[in-house]
């Protein structure tokens, strides 16, 4: 004879409670290869007290490089446009 123990309620007891790990990554990593649309008074301050800074197309991050050696910014470039602040059409593009 066998005796039949009843099993234990699934989602009772104790365990351990595994968060998932946030994401760190907002894309394919397209945001590094272009220059993105910030303003300029945000470019000064975190150049002087390095607090990041929020581009046009919602990428955060502290600059720190040329950003006349990359293309601009597709989203940046679209929503600046859309702003009707010139964009780019009388030579400057607003870097």
């Not at 220059?35 to 600059?63: E, F, N, R």
């Not at 293309?71 to 929503?79: A, F, T």
Request: glycine share 14%; charged share 25%; net charge negative.
């Amino acid at each position: 004879m066998s005796t039949l123990e009843p099993e234990p309620e699934r989602g009772t007891g104790t365990g351990t409670l595994v968060e998932p790990t946030p994401q760190t990554s907002h894309g394919d990593g397209d945001h590094e290869r272009f220059a993105h649309y910030v303003q300029k008074d945000k470019i000064m301050a975190s150049a002087l007290d390095g607090t990041p800074v929020v581009a046009l197309c919602g990428k955060v991050w502290v600059p720190g490089r040329d950003p006349k050696k990359y293309p601009v910014c597709p989203m940046c470039k679209e929503i600046y446009e859309s702003m009707g602040i010139g964009g780019g059409k009388n030579g400057k593009d607003g870097k």
